[in-house]
């Protein structure tokens, strides 16, 4: 649910700074204003610009190795904390970074809570290389993905875990495939929302609940009927409420799938371009 930068040596006598969701919660990542706020007085004070909510902007200071380390969220939990969502992957990893070079962060968010139902998928945490002016212009450095949400009475079981694989986890009876490549997770159509990757959305259902890509912006999905958890930032997929209460797929690399009938969704998949 975080994002830690151990910078070079030369520049800060290899001090950590750490990306955080800077109080955010829900579906939508922080604002300016809130970013602002979280990093004041700190080493990341009035160095954080968003141009895109939630996506955090930071500046290379100086060329040199940098290990970065990235969580991905918890899923939110089911049916009044009777399931609880699976826990998000951890990544770590050493990078060559020139002076310069902008990051983009995206810190993942846990997917909400359902008294009544099924929680929602959590958000991925995603840390990218900026190569031009598009939201596509980018070079994935590290990606780790979320757990999946807490099942609901009728869709019983605790939501999987955020994988380190590359592809999102299937659901739990394997009628529905997590995404591969960077794209979204699949699920029925009046099932619970999937999670989405980092280019591709997450497949339709019903009550608008898939997961946002990376690219578009990393909006967890919405609850289908209301009842459902929201899907955390950075891709993770709604609860759905209607039918059954399945609870929603988890955002990473490649989503985790969503699920209708029977059993929980897939965690998110993850990245890392190092060794």
């Given at each position: 649910?975080?994002?830690a ?12 700074v750490t ?10 990542g ?6 602002n ?7 990341l004070d ?6 895109t909510?939630?996506?955090q902007e ?8 940098y ?18 969502g ?8 050493d990078?060559?970074l020139?002076?310069n070079?902008?990051l983009?962060?995206l810190v ?16 991925g945490?995603y840390?990218v290389k ?6 596509t212009?980018?070079t ?5 993905g979320a ?12 939501g999987?875990?955020g994988?380190t694989g ?5 659901s739990?009876?394997?009628?529905y495939?997590g ?13 619970s929302?999937?999670?989405?990757g ?8 019903y ?6 890509s990376?690219?578009n912006?990393?909006t ?10 929201l ?5 993770g997929?709604?609860?759905?409420w209607?039918?059954?209460?399945a609870?929603?797929?988890g ?12 059993g ?9 371009s190092?060794?």
């Amino acid at each position: 649910m975080l994002a830690a930068v151990l910078l070079h040596p030369l520049v800060l006598a290899q001090t950590t700074v750490t990306f955080t969701n800077a109080a955010a919660t829900g579906r939508y990542g922080p604002t300016q204003s809130q970013v602002n706020t979280a990093y004041d007085g700190t080493t990341l004070d009035d160095a954080v610009t968003i141009n895109t909510q939630g996506i955090q902007e930071w500046t290379v200071p100086a060329t040199g190795t940098y290990t970065i380390e990235v969580w991905g969220a918890q899923g939110g939990n089911g049916n009044t904390s009777t399931y609880t969502g699976g826990q998000g992957a951890r990544m770590k990893g050493d990078f060559t970074l020139s002076a310069n070079d902008v990051l983009k962060i995206l810190v993942g968010q846990q997917g909400s809570h359902s008294t009544q139902k099924a929680g929602g998928g959590g958000g991925g945490t995603y840390v990218v290389k900026k190569t031009g002016s598009g939201a596509t212009d980018i070079t994935a450095l590290i990606i780790a993905g979320a757990g999946s949400g807490g099942g609901g009475n009728s869709n019983p079981g605790n939501g999987q875990p955020g994988l380190t694989g590359t592809s999102g986890g299937n659901s739990s009876y394997g009628e529905y495939t997590g995404g591969s490549n960077g794209s979204g997770g699949n699920t029925h159509s009046t099932g619970s929302g999937a999670g989405g990757g980092l280019t591709g959305n997450s497949a339709a259902s019903y009550g608008e609940t898939e997961g946002i890509s990376f690219t578009n912006g990393g909006t967890g999905g919405d609850a289908g009927c209301n009842y459902g958890g929201l899907g955390g930032f950075g891709g993770g997929g709604g609860g759905e409420w209607c039918n059954r209460g399945a609870a929603g797929g988890g955002g990473g690399y490649s989503g985790g799938a969503g699920t209708s009938n029977n059993g929980v969704p897939g965690g998110g998949g993850s990245y890392n371009s190092s060794s």
